[in-house]
């Protein structure tokens, strides 16, 4: 089973990176873009099977290491 | 009077941190990130700037998990000292030893140059060899130093006088310019600016000596 977590910073969390994008765009003539937030996307290739089991020990990962739960918030995603 | 340097791959202020500290009048172990067990008698643990494990992650995220930092929580739980600088800063914050988070530099440009910085309390064993409010100059040199935290956590920072530096002004977009601050004991001090690069006269800065050996006094009288 394959897991996929995708984290973004929370709401009301600066993202200065995402900012830069935004106005990137905007120079480029892409001026209908009014916000833009960058996360990131990690997939797990997991021996577990039980999906039930599987979304648990990933949630455990995210808690432990995989997100900065301070600052960002984490959505995990079993495909 | 000992102090233990931690060294992970990747860290690259280790041996400057060392040198202060043995100017200071320390005896210094450098520990590695594998290792289980700080050295007996360890009276502060530093834990050095650089880019542990490639900033990979998040900048101190995998150095936190290391074996030698489970040890260094439990030096810290005994009222040890500790002094995280830079990437150690942001080690301290992904242990939970310090809290808040250090994210990208609001002007996105990684900063390297001297900045003034005022020194916010005297109150701790690090900051009691300067006067109240002295500006000092420390070079800084980071990419991720932009401190945030909740309103929750600036309110308990103000109201406990945790703030142990501020940035004269705005570096990196850090709330209420915060360049370092104290754990609720005031034995654990974390800060994005570098004491160990400005602490030797040889190097044209010396500001950064009295950090260390006002902390050597500390620990002579403990």
């Known amino acids: ?79 | 009077m000992k102090a233990a340097v931690l060294v992970f791959p990747g860290s690259n202020c280790d041996r400057d941190l060392a040198v202060a500290f043995r100017a200071a009048g320390f005896q210094v172990d450098m520990v590695w990130h594998k290792d289980q067990d700080l050295p007996a008698g360890t009276d502060i643990v530093g834990i050095p700037g650089g880019f542990s494990f490639g900033d990979y992650l998040r900048c101190g995220a995998i150095a936190a998990r290391s074996p030698i930092v489970s040890a260094l929580k439990r030096h810290v739980e005994k009222g040890g000292y500790a002094i995280g600088i830079c990437n150690g800063f942001q080690v301290l914050l992904e242990t939970g030893l310090l809290p808040g988070a250090l994210m990208r530099n609001a002007g996105l440009r990684f900063m390297c140059r001297s900045v003034p910085l005022e020194i916010a309390t005297t109150a701790s064993d690090f900051t009691n060899g300067y006067d109240q409010g002295a500006v000092i100059s420390l070079p800084v040199a980071h990419h991720d130093g932009n401190y945030q935290a909740t309103d929750d956590i600036r309110r308990a920072l103000q109201g406990e006088d945790r703030i142990a530096l501020r940035y004269q002004s705005d570096v990196n977009g850090s709330v209420d310019r915060i360049a370092g601050i104290l754990s609720e004991n005031r034995r654990v001090l974390g800060l994005m600016p570098h004491p160990e690069r400005a602490a030797d006269e040889k190097l044209g800065l010396t500001d950064g000596q009295a950090m260390f050996t006002s902390l050597a006094a500390s620990v002579v009288d403990a």
Do not use: W
């Open chain 1, 1 to 79: 089973m394959k897991a996929r977590v995708h984290i973004m910073l929370k709401t009301g969390v600066l993202d200065p990176q995402g900012e830069a994008v935004r106005h990137a765009l905007g120079s480029m003539g892409f001026d209908g873009v009014s916000g833009v937030r960058q996360g990131k996307v990690i997939e797990l290739d997991l021996a577990e099977t039980d999906e039930s089991a599987a979304r648990a020990e990933v949630e455990k990962m995210c808690e432990a290491l995989l997100a900065n739960t301070v600052i960002e918030r984490y959505d995990v995603e079993l495909i």
